[in-house]
């Protein structure tokens, strides 16, 4: 149930490994582009979606009521945060009231959606009971976190391990057999509370050590060291050292998003976690350091940041897709306009993006045109970006600009 950047992968393995799969949606222009193959996939998914027009084991629908056929049902669907930064938990709401409207004695139910500690129990497991189905009795219930890295080909569900944490005992080992289908090894918890806090430590962990990378880069940058230079050397260490990288801020559906998830639950138990909130609010604040660095360096050729032609190269929020969720770059467009700069953007992935309102087209040849700045955000691995050394000013928010030795860092 959803068929995003979780679901559509996940059900495309379940595919492969013999399993009858029912593919519910409830964007009907989302089942439109799946049936097109219009979906922003590894290549070798884009192959797998292909090979299934008019595969007997394939079906695709928004129709909730498909949802009592099936033996097992995994839901799969968004859980941003709002504007405030809490948690905006309609969309799993919404799965879990048909999931458990639908629910038959039987069934296998996994949420796989990054949510709050106690979600499964609070969303699934109890209006289950209300309804007689008694999870480890009647029904299985269990929670195993999505682990999906879109667009690194290394990362496929295959090849990664799985969590899972279930109602009771008999409800974890359910929940593994399905999931054994897609993933290699099975690590088994003793709760579904202890799998959902699993994945807000992973992705909490990712923010803090991004956070300060970022903050290196600051102090590297105070003795005039490469602070790549430098991580790359530590990262010689065989033990106690995990290799992160400065940026221009995080994006995407995890890092940005899952510590809040657990940041807004200490609160309403009057609790609270300095380091954790420290590096949210150190990332939320990184694409403002951009621009600010961005106006510093035209200052210094005597160019006013109002007016001046700005082109960012990439807008994705990691290279290799088109997501735009949460990216950095559209805090930086979106600033930049602000202040009056002209702004414009080159990314091969996406062809054009709303900013409050206005759409933005995707500059073909930027290497035709003469910019006061080129702001490099996302490096895509196709990008051939030797005619930098052409433009004026280059400020290189990724760290890793090898052609042009000049490049401001941010």
């Given at each position: 149930?959803?068929?995003?950047?979780?679901?559509?992968?996940?059900a495309?393995?379940l595919?492969?490994?013999?399993?009858?799969?029912i593919?519910?949606?409830?964007?009907s222009?989302r089942?439109?582009?799946?049936?097109?193959?219009?979906?922003?996939?590894?290549?070798?998914?884009?192959?797998?979606?292909?090979?299934?027009?008019?595969?007997?084991?394939?079906?695709?629908c928004?129709?909730?009521a498909?949802?009592?056929?099936?033996?097992?049902?995994?839901?799969?669907v968004?859980?941003?945060?709002?504007?405030?930064?809490?948690?905006?938990?309609d969309?799993?709401?919404?799965?879990?009231?048909?999931?458990?409207?639908?629910?038959?004695?039987?069934?296998?139910?996994?949420?796989?959606?990054?949510?709050?500690?106690?979600?499964?129990?609070?969303?699934?497991?109890?209006?289950?009971s209300?309804?007689?189905?008694?999870?480890g009795?009647?029904?299985?219930?269990?929670?195993?976190?999505e682990?999906?890295?879109?667009g690194?080909a290394d990362?496929?569900?295959?090849?990664?391990?799985?969590v899972?944490?279930?109602?009771?005992?008999?409800?974890?080992?359910?929940?593994?057999?399905?999931?054994?289908?897609t993933?290699?090894?099975?690590?088994r918890?003793?709760s579904?509370?202890?799998?959902?806090?699993?994945?807000?430590?992973?992705?909490?962990?990712?923010?803090?050590?991004?956070?300060?990378?970022?903050e290196?880069?600051?102090?590297?940058?105070?003795?005039?060291?490469?602070?790549?230079e430098v991580?790359?050397?530590?990262?010689?260490?065989?033990?106690?050292?995990?290799?992160?990288?400065p940026?221009?801020?995080?994006?995407g559906?995890?890092?940005?998003?899952?510590?809040?998830?657990?940041?807004?639950?200490?609160?309403?138990?009057?609790?609270s976690?300095?380091?954790?909130?420290?590096?949210?609010?150190?990332?939320?604040?990184?694409?403002r350091?951009?621009?600010?660095?961005?106006?510093?360096?035209?200052?210094?050729?005597?160019?006013?940041?109002?007016?001046?032609?700005?082109?960012v190269?990439?807008?994705?929020?990691?290279?290799g897709?088109?997501?735009?969720?949460?990216?950095?770059?559209?805090?930086?467009?979106?600033?930049?306009?602000a202040?009056?700069a002209?702004?414009?953007?080159c990314d091969p992935?996406?062809?054009?993006?709303?900013?409050?309102?206005?759409?933005?087209?995707?500059?073909?040849?930027?290497?035709?045109?003469?910019?006061?700045?080129?702001?490099?955000?996302?490096?895509?691995?196709?990008?051939?970006?030797?005619w930098?050394?052409?433009?004026?000013?280059?400020?290189?928010?990724?760290?890793?600009?090898s052609e042009?030795?000049?490049?401001?860092?941010?």
């Amino acid at each position: 149930m959803g068929l995003g950047y979780v679901g559509l992968p996940t059900a495309l393995s379940l595919l492969d490994a013999g399993a009858e799969v029912i593919g519910i949606d409830i964007s009907s222009q989302r089942l439109d582009n799946i049936r097109r193959g219009d979906v922003d996939l590894l290549s070798r998914d884009l192959g797998r979606l292909q090979r299934t027009t008019g595969h007997p084991r394939w079906f695709l629908c928004d129709d909730f009521a498909r949802l009592s056929s099936a033996d097992a049902v995994l839901i799969c669907v968004p859980t941003p945060v709002t504007e405030n930064l809490t948690p905006d938990l309609d969309a799993l709401r919404g799965a879990c009231a048909a999931v458990v409207g639908a629910a038959r004695s039987g069934q296998t139910i996994i949420l796989t959606s990054t949510t709050h500690i106690g979600a499964t129990r609070e969303l699934l497991s109890e209006p289950l009971s209300y309804r007689g189905l008694i999870a480890g009795r009647d029904i299985h219930v269990a929670f195993s976190p999505e682990r999906i890295d879109p667009g690194v080909a290394d990362h496929v569900p295959e090849n990664t391990p799985r969590v899972v944490g279930g109602m009771t005992p008999s409800c974890t080992e359910s929940a593994a057999q399905v999931l054994e289908l897609t993933s290699p090894t099975m690590h088994r918890l003793t709760s579904p509370e202890a799998a959902e806090m699993t994945k807000l430590v992973e992705n909490t962990f990712r923010a803090v050590n991004i956070a300060l990378a970022n903050e290196f880069a600051d102090v590297a940058g105070e003795f005039a060291l490469s602070v790549s230079e430098v991580i790359n050397a530590a990262a010689t260490k065989p033990y106690g050292f995990t290799a992160f990288f400065p940026g221009p801020g995080v994006g995407g559906h995890c890092i940005p998003c899952d510590p809040h998830y657990l940041l807004w639950q200490l609160r309403g138990r009057r609790r609270s976690a300095p380091l954790i909130d420290a590096a949210m609010t150190a990332i939320a604040l990184r694409p403002r350091r951009v621009v600010a660095r961005a106006e510093q360096v035209l200052s210094q050729q005597r160019k006013p940041l109002h007016d001046a032609r700005i082109l960012v190269l990439g807008v994705a929020y990691k290279p290799g897709v088109a997501d735009l969720r949460e990216s950095p770059a559209l805090e930086i467009l979106r600033d930049l306009q602000a202040h009056n700069a002209n702004v414009s953007f080159c990314d091969p992935y996406v062809p054009s993006l709303m900013l409050d309102g206005e759409q933005l087209e995707h500059c073909e040849n930027p290497q035709d045109e003469r910019w006061d700045l080129v702001i490099v955000h996302t490096r895509h691995p196709e990008m051939d970006l030797r005619w930098l050394v052409d433009q004026p000013l280059v400020l290189d928010s990724t760290y890793r600009l090898s052609e042009v030795a000049r490049a401001a860092l941010v």
